[in-house]
């Protein structure tokens, strides 16, 4: 075995939807994205990349990963191996089993991806293409290395922010999962990662925390604050408040001016 050997390296732009897997490579398979959006899935993570990010498929591992419905990625990839692969990519965010870039590879850095594909369409020598392979790969080595778990916060944030602009609306976790581009499965893990409960009760405790600033506010009636914060109607609000507070929204607003006019004297 070479110490780095370039099996393939392509270009293509897909279309969208394309798909390809769930399948196992023999070899390490990077892609890099030139244009547009996809989805990348190991085993345990999903991951929606876009343009300037690049991913990497490792070898004996099962994964799967499509392109965007709306903007399709276009994308470079080169296959290799060599017993020193493993360290060349130590030097890069692929380190420690890092499976995708967190992005900025630029315009210009894009000429180093087709010199590679170009070096490889000509049958160039073995010593230019582990050159060219050396250069492509020397693009991600100063990137901080973008892990699952770091994958997970951001999907987090992400839903937390959606739950936030939206919780007004008749909001379906499989709505929250659509937007993130992950499946409700994964969501379900992380929120009960992060947050020791599901999406769902989540999404109930934060409409709960916003009925009870309304209802403290004063000025709002209980049919108002239930249909701000996303409650079918006011009985399904009621029901819900009691099971929470273990009474009902105008006991919780009488108890409130109760202690409001002691407080006063």
């Not at 244009?35 to 085993?43: A, D, H, N, P």
């Not at 060349?88 to 967190?102: K, R, W």
């Not at 309304?214 to 709002?220: K, Q």
């Not at 079918?232 to 929470?244: G, H, L, M, T, V």
Request: net charge neutral; proline share 4%.
């Amino acid at each position: 075995m070479s110490a780095l050997n370039v099996f393939y390296a392509g270009h293509e732009k897909c279309p969208p939807g394309h798909a390809f897997g769930p399948a196992v490579r023999q070899h390490y398979l990077l892609h890099m994205i030139l244009e547009g959006r996809g989805i990348y899935q190991t085993r345990y993570s999903s991951f929606p990349l876009r343009k300037g990010q690049a991913f990497l498929i490792y070898p004996g591992e099962t994964t799967y990963y499509q392109a965007d419905d709306r903007e399709p990625w276009e994308y470079a990839w080169v296959a290799f191996n060599g017993y020193e692969a493993e360290e060349a990519l130590e030097q890069t965010c692929f380190a420690e089993g890092g499976y995708v870039s967190a992005g900025g590879f630029t315009k210009k850095d894009e000429s180093r991806i087709y010199e590679l594909v170009e070096a490889f369409e000509r049958s160039e020598s073995r010593l230019e293409l582990m050159g060219s392979l050396c250069r492509v790969l020397a693009l991600f080595g100063q990137e901080r290395k973008l892990s699952a778990a770091g994958y997970e916060k951001q999907y987090f944030e992400k839903a937390v922010g959606y739950i936030y602009n939206n919780y007004g609306y008749p909001l379906k976790i499989s709505d929250l999962a659509k937007y993130i581009g992950i499946d409700r499965t994964y969501l379900y893990r992380i929120f009960m990662d992060i947050e020791k409960c599901p999406p769902k009760q989540y999404l109930q405790r934060f409409r709960m925390k916003q009925a009870l600033q309304m209802l403290s506010e004063g000025g709002h009636t209980v049919t108002e604050t239930a249909y701000s914060c996303g409650f079918r109607d006011a009985a399904s609000f009621c029901n819900s408040f009691k099971k929470e507070m273990g009474m009902t929204p105008l006991q919780y607003q009488a108890e409130l001016k109760l202690h409001t006019s002691y407080a006063g004297r």
